[in-house]
């Protein structure tokens, strides 16, 4: 069997392992067993628990990338995007729940350097949320200031809100990854789509009633 | 001077060490100098650096709650209570970097026992704001049937999205407390408020036109 298949055979086993087990209560000795393999033939292949860990982390961010941008198409409309790029990510995580809690809960709670190759990922994939909500808006035409800032912003809250969902997803019993995406899109956006047609949402001057405002002028930023 | 005092100070000291400079770098030294005390004191207070840190994440998780619950006034109508949760939430997060930090990254990321604290926060935040939903939709008497499993989603996103904007706000020089919890309503409110009056977003039908519809009797879930 080549080298490669013989690998990605152990990254399997050992993303199983990792999710479900935890980093530290995983055995290299469960990992090779569940692969088909000699304990020897995985150091030999990937050096050390540490690095099969990264090899693992690595890998689940770049198909989980990879399913997001291959879900959000850009012929169509804002909100058409956002809808397949969640279904996109909650059916990835869905189908994928080792290599979800490897990510965004094994990869976060084992020190820096792990956690470090997840920041990167999540960056990317901020920075893919923030061209789409811009793209969003010049396609809107109706808020040409909208301050990059607020979008950076607004593009951390979905990807945070997405995060959690998806956890809580696989975590409850029943819930599809179109459920998961409906939810998110009923909670974000009838949001975005009125700060998209420059309806913000006023914070109240003391005494004022609040609520969102048509054609509102000088939102607080 | 008191031992209560005594030992708060240290909890200052270490709050601020875990942090800036993360768990593994911070030395039991460097937090007994900024505390202005002797080291073998702190090990006798708190026993060990892992008893500290666990002592760090209670006061702090302990914080934030009291903030929180203190901030969304019950006898306010759902978008302003909502409004002053945030604005609480923020403040809080903004006032105190470091506490911030040790909950939402240090706690995190140093392994299965530390993590498991801030998880029981977490369960208790989204339980809180699970009953703020509730209870909103109750006040609207627009949608009674709303199932409770996709108000846990709505927590969910929720919570995950203002842990999200706080990370952001807190490396992002001159974002206000105040600019982050508009942020969050913009993105949030206006889409709770229209799943509080029974307009939910609806997926695409293959070739139909999504989009935010009014009255709409079949909602995904």
Redesign the interface.
């Known amino acids: 069997m080549p080298r490669a298949v013989r690998e990605q055979q152990m990254l399997d086993a050992a993303v199983r392992t990792f999710g479900q087990r935890?980093y530290?209560a995983a055995s290299m000795d469960e990992i090779a067993e569940l692969a088909g393999v000699s304990k020897p033939l995985v150091y030999l292949y990937l050096n050390s628990k540490e690095d099969l860990f990264t090899a693992c982390i690595r890998r689940e961010a770049r198909a989980l990338t990879e399913a997001v941008r291959a879900g959000a198409r850009p012929e169509l409309p804002a909100?058409?995007q956002l809808?397949s790029g969640l279904t996109a990510f909650f059916t990835h995580t869905a189908r994928h729940p080792d290599g979800w809690a490897v990510l965004h809960?094994q990869a976060?709670?084992?020190?820096?350097v792990?956690?470090g190759e997840v920041a990167a990922m999540r960056a990317e994939i901020v920075a893919f949320v923030t061209q789409l909500i811009l793209a969003a808006a010049r396609e809107a035409h109706r808020d040409p200031d909208f301050p990059e800032?607020?979008v950076?912003?607004?593009a951390?809250?979905?990807?945070?809100?997405?995060?959690?969902?998806a956890?809580?997803?696989n975590a409850?019993s029943g819930?599809t990854a179109?459920?998961?995406?409906?939810?998110?899109?009923?909670?974000?956006?009838?949001?975005?789509?009125?700060?998209m047609a420059g309806?913000?949402?006023s914070?109240?001057e003391d005494g004022d009633a609040?609520?969102?405002q048509a054609g509102r002028t000088s939102?607080?930023?």
């Open positions: 935890g530290m909100d058409r809808w809960l976060r709670t084992h020190g820096e792990f956690a800032r607020e950076s912003g607004l951390e809250a979905l990807v945070g809100a997405a995060e959690s969902l956890d809580w997803a409850t819930v179109r459920q998961s995406a409906a939810t998110l899109m009923n909670f974000a956006w009838a949001g975005l789509g009125d700060l309806r913000h949402w914070p109240p609040p609520g969102v939102p607080v930023r």
